[in-house]
Structure formats: structure tokens, C-alpha cells
């Protein structure tokens, strides 16, 4: 249903899973670098490169998705909470901010490959990217890294409960 936009989108807000809406979530924006390197395979097959010279545009298209990357752990909140709500909306928190750090990284890379017509600046931005929606992935082990944070903030929440059993905070 993540694929299907509007479709997608209904289940999501009816939804009181925040766990697969952030699932749902995380599956849409790394599905959505896969289709912008589709588009940027077709347009470089079918028009003619130049411009600024790729491999200086790569450079700062790298540079700057490491650098979100890296500033972006300043911005994530540790897990915490003593009640289910509170740490659902830490952890939720915390996931939409790192997808929107790692995120940006193939945006600019397709904003480089425009302005290079280089594909390896696209494939650059979005590898860096990939790397941070890997990190930011609600997995087994991400909310395992979460439950720590909890447990060491002294709180006795466990955090697929409440991630379970709740929809999306705002």
C-alpha cells in the first residue's frame, strides 16, 4: 500500500500502528531516490551531457550528504519516556528526522546531475542517501538501539508497544 499513493496515504492515517506507518514511510521516500535514478538514467540516455564539470559537482554533492548526514545526529533526540505516548513520540521523532537528513542527499545529487549532465553525481548523492535511510530504517535493530536509549533513561516503556500501539504523533 506504501507504493500506492492515495491508497497508501488512507491506510496510513487510519491507521493506529505507528510502527507501519513509519514503515509505510521509510518504504515510500527510499522507493522514491529508486525512481528519481530511473528518471535520471532516461533523460542521460536520451539527451546530451556537459555542462559544469561532474566530478567537482559529485565532490560537493558527496560533501554535502556526508555532512547532513553527520550534522543530522545532532538533531535526533535519544528515545525516552515514561509513558507509551511519550516514547512513541521520541522514537517517531527521532526516525522522521533522520529521514530528513538522508533524504536531501539524492535530491541535490539530481540537482547536480542537471546542472553536470553526469550521471555519477546522481549515483553519488544517492548512495549517501541510501546510507542514511539504511540507518534511519525502523527495523528490528533500530528499535532495539531505541529500547536501550529508554532503558538507560531509566524508563521501563517498551518501545515496540509503543510504537504498536499507537498511530502517528504529530
Known amino acids: 500500500m506504501a507504493l500506492i499513493p492515495t491508497r497508501g496515504m488512507r491506510v496510513a492515517l487510519g491507521s493506529t500502528d505507528g510502527l507501519t506507518v513509519m514503515r509505510m514511510a521509510w518504504v ?3 522507493v522514491s531516490m529508486v525512481v528519481i535514478g530511473v528518471l535520471v538514467a532516461v533523460i542521460d540516455a536520451v539527451l546530451p551531457g556537459g555542462g559544469v564539470d561532474g566530478r ?3 565532490a560537493v554533492v558527496i ?3 556526508v555532512f547532513a548526514q553527520v550534522l543530522s545526529t545532532k538533531f535526533v533526540p535519544a528515545v525516552s519516556g515514561s509513558t507509551l505516548p511519550m516514547a512513541r513520540a521520541t522514537a517517531q521523532r527521532a526516525f522522521f528526522i533522520r529521514v530528513a537528513f538522508a533524504e536531501p542527499a539524492a535530491l541535490v545529487g539530481f540537482l547536480g546531475f542537471v546542472v553536470s ?3 555519477a553525481v546522481y549515483a553519488g548523492g544517492f548512495i549517501v542517501g ?3 535511510m539504511y540507518d534511519a530504517a525502523p527495523t528490528t535493530a533500530w528499535i532495539a538501539r531505541g529500547q536501550e536509549q529508554l532503558s ?10 509503543a510504537l504498536v500501539s499507537g498511530g502517528i504523533t504529530r
Not at 538507560?152 to 508497544?161: A, I, K, Y
Open 56 to 58: 567537482l559537482v559529485a
Open 117 to 119: 549532465g553526469n550521471v
Open 63 to 65: 560533501g554535502l550528504g
Open 28 to 30: 515510500t521516500f527510499t
Open 130 to 132: 541510501l546510507a542514511g
Open 152 to 161: 538507560d533513561s531509566g524508563s521501563d516503556v517498551e518501545l515496540l508497544d
